[in-house]
């Protein structure tokens, strides 16, 4: 389903406001080059996800015992969690080239015809924000995907004909965020889902220790700890997290980084002991102060902390929610008993009743 302009400006509007947050789990500024240097190139590199990893081994030696491409695979889950990091692992473990395009940078259908048709045998296309793609060239993608060929279109008009074209066998990985908007028939054509979900702190602060020694940095385990709980479940924050902190750690000139730079550095970045920052604690204290810890509708809630509603909904809410600071009512938004604790306030009596 495509949306309407206003939901288009929308969502580019709620991107703009989350670009400005440390805790976005959206790439920001030259991040994407950054990221680059503290991507793990092979499968023992990456961290965490212990279950997919063994899926996605298993799917590994058996098409390089077979010495076939393996089947086509999806990433799916939240931004910041490793598609990308994972499509370019396959492709190093296979030894193979790969091949990066994505949904919103094909516009027609014969854009990806012709990436495709210049793929050698056992590439990697890895095709990122596969959900975006424009229909005919998803359609195309169906037959290119399982018959490995592709109808060229020759002339125009009523003397246009199709020709079909043989492609070598190669896979496909498609990276996406939102699941749920994939077509079912093109779900359907890949051979491995690999669902990324939020990373436990423990986990997180083994790949900060990983990133740290990457950057030669020194760094105390207590602060590898107090960084991975302030992280929001997502590397991509971490190694933004991490980084900042090494800047706090250069100009202050410290050998190595311990909990109170940490702590300084974050504290100068408003984002406190659970990776909740300005705008999150505004929500908080708004229902809890101003509301008297809810129900509250959502318009009231933006009004109060001078937000779009779209912002504190997107924006905001889903990691409150996730981590039990809030939850949603058919009467409005309703603060938690943890909520009411992590301002420091004695909660209402009736609030665990409502939550
Ligand atoms: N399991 C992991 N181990 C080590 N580093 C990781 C891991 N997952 C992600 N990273 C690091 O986090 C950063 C972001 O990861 P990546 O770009 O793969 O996320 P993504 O899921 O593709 O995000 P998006 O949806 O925004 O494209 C990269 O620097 C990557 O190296
Ligand atoms: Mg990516």
Not at 181 to 205: I, K, N, V
Request: glycine share 8%; proline share 7%.
């Amino acid at each position: 389903m495509n949306g309407t302009p206003q939901d288009a400006a929308r969502s580019n509007s709620d991107s703009a406001e989350e670009s400005l947050r440390m805790v976005s789990s959206q790439p920001q500024g030259n991040e994407p080059i950054s990221d680059e240097e503290l991507r793990p190139q092979v499968l023992d590199g990456f961290i965490g996800q212990p279950r997919l990893k063994a899926q996605l081994q298993l799917f590994l030696d058996a098409a390089r015992k077979r010495d076939t491409p393996p089947d086509h695979i999806l990433m799916a889950g939240p931004p910041g969690l490793g598609k990308t990091t994972l499509a370019m692992i396959v492709a190093n473990e296979l030894g193979v080239a790969i091949r990066v395009t994505s949904g919103p940078a094909i516009q027609h259908a014969g854009d990806l015809a012709s990436i495709l048709s210049s793929l050698d045998v056992g590439e990697v296309l890895f095709i990122d924000e596969i959900h975006r793609l424009p229909r005919p060239a998803e359609e195309l993608l169906y037959i290119a995907m399982e018959d490995f060929r592709v109808d060229v279109m020759v002339g125009k008009g009523p003397g246009a004909s199709s020709i079909p074209l043989t492609l070598p066998r190669f896979t496909v990985i498609g990276a996406t965020t939102r699941e749920g908007m994939l077509p079912s028939p093109l779900r359907a054509r890949f051979g491995f889902t690999a669902h990324l979900d939020f990373y436990p702190s423990d986990e997180l602060e083994k790949l900060i220790e990983r990133s740290a020694a990457v950057l030669g940095l020194s760094l105390d385990p207590g602060a590898a700890r107090q960084l991975s709980l302030r992280s929001r479940g997502t590397p991509r924050i971490a190694n933004r997290l991490l980084r900042r902190v090494r800047d706090w750690a250069t100009v202050h000139e410290l050998d190595s980084i311990d909990t109170d730079a940490v702590h300084d550095a974050l504290a100068l970045y408003q984002i406190d002991s659970e990776g909740l920052d300005r705008l999150d604690i505004a929500v908080l204290r708004a229902i809890v102060t101003s509301f008297n810890g809810g129900p509250v509708g959502l318009n009231n809630l933006a009004a109060m902390v001078g937000e779009e509603a779209d912002t504190v909904e997107t924006v905001c809410e889903p990691y409150l929610v996730r981590e039990g600071f809030l939850v949603r009512t058919p009467k409005g938004r309703v603060a938690t008993a943890k909520a009411w604790e992590h301002l420091g306030l004695t909660p209402r009596d009736d609030v665990s009743q409502l939550t």
